[in-house]
């Protein structure tokens, strides 16, 4: 098992791949994250983002979904939320829709149907 001191600059390292798209270096070490510590969200959190920054939406789908079954209830939210907004690239507008919902208060799911309201108003 990863210690937790470690394991905090690793997801910090990992997250930064993911979000400019060097999925090369995010994976493996999202991966090795997540296998030291199956129950806690980031690590299925960090490899969603990966795969949905270079559009790779259904493995993206398929990590959250992998995590909402491992990760307790308490630590879901964003997980749902990320499904949902992925979802939504891939156009499946109901299922992202019941996701953002089961993200309840999660301010990630609040600040994305808030802005897809305002473009929907917009357009």
């Known amino acids: 098992m990863i210690p937790h001191t470690v394991e905090v600059q690793l997801l910090a390292l ?12 995010a994976f493996p070490i999202l991966q090795a994250v997540e296998q030291s510590h199956p129950t806690r969200a980031a690590g299925y959190i960090g490899l ?3 795969h949905f920054a270079v559009g ?3 493995e993206a789908v398929t990590c ?5 079954r491992y990760v307790a209830d308490s630590e879901q939210a964003e997980l749902h939320a990320l499904r949902g907004i992925v979802l939504h690239a891939a ?3 109901h299922e992202s829709r ?5 993200a309840g208060d999660c301010p990630l799911a609040q600040d ?8 929907t ?3």
């Open 98 to 102: 019941q996701a953002l919902e089961r």
């Open 64 to 68: 959250a979904e992998r995590g909402l």
């Open 48 to 50: 969603t983002l990966a």
């Open 14 to 25: 990992g997250f930064l791949a993911a979000r400019n798209g060097w999925v090369d270096i």
């Open 91 to 93: 156009g499946f507008a």
């Open 121 to 123: 108003r917009m357009s």
């Open 112 to 119: 994305y149907q808030t802005r897809q309201m305002a473009s």
């Open 56 to 58: 790779r939406l259904q």
